[in-house]
């Protein structure tokens, strides 16, 4: 008896829950009084669209093997092996790339000695005393001769030939033959380097210069400004500062490009070095090991490595999901492990094909979490992932069964009026689930439509 009563305490029990979803699920019931059609109210309210799918993890294997060859000196790990990123795991004889990069690193530090920063100081000042050359160079020719400088030749040359004059005149006055023909032949060369002087001042006054002679000075400018900006850049570099990126337009002369050099092929050496190391890209675990020491290396896989953060939700859902299915979709993933747990996740892609499982062809989808779970994840755990294929919020709705649609494909509903009668009203409508409409024009909040199948 007991018995019985508990049974039939339990069937209540779920009959009551089965009502509770019910009325969850019908948020907006119809209003119907005796001999009155039935209505519902248009509301503000939220609408969400989710698909439903179940899965499992699953692993990404990454193959790893050494970017260079050279013969296996040493395997240090295992199959199922856990490592940690950056780990090493196997090693090639490195005795060639260690000489390599010792004698790279001997030839840039020889470029870089205390000797060769003075030198490079010494000639940074004989540069900017040939760049102060040209630039005078290249003004005088631009400008011309200084008219000053003329105009004190002419003033000069005129006081002289008025001195002359005079002194001739007062030998003149004292009849002194002699001095006559001596001063007479003097004044006649000043007046004639006035007037040189006069021509030489017109000419600096006119003065246009030869294109021929202006080209080469502005060319001799221009090389000698260019070769002390290289000449800096380089005893930049040799104080400490990085070299010039490959790709500017920086100065450069022959001692910077042997800097440039040595310093590449020094990267390359230690780049070299660095790769007689096989190390593990992330952390995971050592799912295979093809390769033992004294093998040769020459570009095949050595070990596969699975790693923790490839795991990624593998699901399947219904072909009639598709439609609303999309990547970069908002998904929970609750893992059969973790039943009260929910991780956000995020749709990454989904497969062009359908597959079997159990026997039904299902839409095969993929997605990665938001952050990795802070609980231990191992490929193969059952999981059930819920994906939000739409959502609207605080917008209008009505019950999906006040919908109406003409043969044209357009909607209306049917609208309570004053007289208690009903207007056909065209609505243009968004989202639509199981239970609910969203309206986006046509009605206000608190129309009446009619909920009566048609």
């Known amino acids: 008896m007991m018995r019985t009563w508990a049974v039939t305490l339990l069937i209540l029990v779920l009959l009551l829950a089965g009502y509770g979803v019910y009325a969850n699920f019908i948020t907006e019931p119809a209003v119907e009084t005796a001999g009155a059609p039935a209505t ?6 939220d609408l969400l669209i989710s698909v439903a799918g179940s899965g499992e993890l699953a692993a990404q294997e990454i193959s790893l093997a050494f970017p260079i060859t050279g013969q296996i000196s040493e395997v240090l790990v295992a199959p199922d092996s856990a490592v940690a990123a950056g780990e090493r795991l196997a090693r090639l004889d490195s005795r060639q790339a260690e000489l390599d990069f010792k004698a790279a690193q001997l030839a840039w530090d020889i470029l870089n000695t205390p000797q060769a920063i003075a030198v490079a100081q010494q000639q940074v000042l004989v540069l900017q005393q040939e760049l102060s050359e040209a630039q005078e160079e290249l003004a005088f020719i631009q400008d011309g001769p200084p008219v000053w400088y003329y105009e004190n030749l002419l003033a000069e040359a005129e006081a002289e030939y008025l001195e002359l004059k005079n002194q001739y005149l007062g030998a003149v006055a004292r009849n002194d033959r002699r001095a006559i023909g001596q001063l007479g032949r ?21 003065y246009q210069p030869d294109a ?3 080209a080469l000075a502005e060319a001799r400018f221009s090389l000698a400004e260019a070769r002390l900006a290289a000449q800096e850049q380089l005893l930049s570099v040799l104080s ?24 590449l092929a020094l990267q390359k050496a230690q780049w070299t070095l660095n790769q007689t190391w096989l190390v593990a890209p992330a952390a995971g675990a050592i799912s295979q ?62 497969d062009p094909a359908l597959v079997s499982v159990d026997g039904s062809m299902m839409a095969q989808a993929w997605a990665q979490f938001e952050t990795p779970p802070p609980v231990a994840l191992y490929p193969g755990m059952s999981l059930e992932v819920e994906v939000i294929a739409a959502e609207a919020k605080d917008v209008m709705l009505v019950p999906l069964q006040a919908l109406r649609q003409n043969s044209d494909g357009t909607y209306f ?17 968004g989202l639509k689930d199981l239970a609910n409409v969203q309206i986006l024009s046509g009605l206000i909040e608190g129309d009446q439509v009619s909920t009566e199948s048609k």
């Not at 519902?40 to 309210?45: E, I, K, M, T, W």
């Not at 059969?336 to 749709?347: D, T």
């Open 40 to 45: 519902a109210r248009a509301r503000q309210g």
């Open 186 to 206: 003097a004044v006649e060369r000043a007046l004639q380097a006035v007037e040189e002087a006069e021509q030489d001042l017109d000419w600096v006054k006119a």
């Open 212 to 214: 021929q002679d202006l």
């Open 240 to 263: 400490g500062s990085p070299l010039p990126a490959p790709e500017t337009n920086a100065a450069r002369n022959d001692a910077l490009m042997a800097l440039e050099k040595a310093s």
């Open 289 to 350: 090991v093809f390769a033992a020491p004294g093998e040769r290396a020459n570009g095949q896989p050595v070990m596969a490595l699975t790693p923790l953060n490839s795991l990624q939700v593998l699901f399947y859902v219904e072909e009639s999901d598709l439609a609303i299915l999309t990547a970069g979709a908002r998904a929970e993933v609750r893992l059969e492990s973790y039943p009260q747990q929910a991780f956000p996740a995020v749709v990454t892609r989904i």
């Open 413 to 429: 509903v049917e609208v309570l009026q004053p007289d208690n009668s009903f207007a056909a009203t065209p609505v243009s409508i």
